[in-house]
């Protein structure tokens, strides 16, 4: 009572089938089979860009010297503005 058994699913089936006819239901499943082959194709894709990884620094750079003398061009915050 819990689940569908092979039968059910059979049965649901051929009433898809009817309910859509034949050529419409195999051009739904062959758009279907489409869309994982693209999104295979570009799962694939994107272990090759991930390859190419950004590396982040150790430490910070100063914005300021010990004197308090700005020593880059740092971004302003809203409150500069």
Not at 11 to 17: F, H, K, P
Not at 41 to 63: L, T
Not at 64 to 78: H, I, K, P, S, Y
């Amino acid at each position: 009572m819990g689940g569908f058994s092979p039968i059910h699913l059979l049965v649901l089936a051929v009433v898809a089938i009817l309910l859509l006819g034949g050529g419409r239901f195999s051009s739904l499943m062959g758009d279907v089979a489409k869309g994982v082959k693209n999104f295979k194709k570009g799962m694939a894709e994107d272990d090759g860009a991930s390859s190419a990884r950004i590396e982040a620094k150790k430490a910070a750079e100063p914005a300021f010297d010990r004197e308090g003398e700005r020593l880059r061009d740092a971004e302003r915050t809203r409150d500069d503005r």
